[in-house]
């Protein structure tokens, strides 16, 4: 059985603004913001996409996931490690130590993914979501 080609990371490219904001939890125009600012990454496969990471700054200084999506067919393929390995790569190569992201408090998977990538529970915002779900957060050492 022939192998897969791996999947690689790269900085996400202005024409590909509506498949980076497919999840419908950010304006386009904020994307396109984040895209120019290189804050938005597209893991891809033989130039496919498979996926995207945006990130953003607690505070203006603490790297944050605001969203990690891989699409349907590729998910438990690897891809959301490839985003948060180049993810934590680059933000080594700039000084930070700590990663941080989260999830809704209902999403069991998520919260499992969270773990098995290396996060560490660090805190939750009760009610702070539609239907008065609360956000779980997490933090990751960089090594």
């Known amino acids: 059985m022939p192998s897969r080609p791996a999947v690689t990371v790269r900085l996400a490219r202005l024409e590909e603004l509506r498949f980076v904001t497919s999840?419908?939890?950010?304006?386009s125009?904020?994307?396109?913001?984040?895209?120019?600012?290189?804050?938005?990454?597209?893991?891809?496969?033989s130039g496919e996409p498979l996926g995207y990471l945006r990130l953003e700054y607690l505070w203006s200084?603490?790297?944050?996931?605001?969203?990690?999506?891989?699409?349907?067919?590729?998910?438990?393929?690897?891809?959301?490690?490839?985003?948060?390995?180049?993810?934590?790569?680059?933000?080594?190569?700039?000084?930070?130590?700590?990663?941080?992201?989260?999830s809704q408090a209902n999403e069991p998977e998520a919260q499992a993914w969270h773990r098995r990538m290396g996060f560490e529970e660090c805190g939750i915002l009760s009610g702070i979501n539609e239907g008065g779900i609360g956000e779980v957060f997490f933090r990751k050492p960089l090594p």
């Open 23 to 27: 999840d419908g939890h950010a304006a």
């Open 29 to 45: 125009d904020v994307v396109r913001r984040k895209i120019t600012s290189g804050e938005v990454f597209v893991a891809e496969r």
């Open 61 to 102: 200084r603490l790297p944050y996931i605001a969203m990690i999506q891989v699409s349907p067919p590729h998910r438990r393929q690897g891809v959301g490690s490839a985003l948060l390995g180049h993810l934590a790569r680059a933000l080594l190569g700039q000084g930070h130590a700590m990663l941080y992201s989260s």
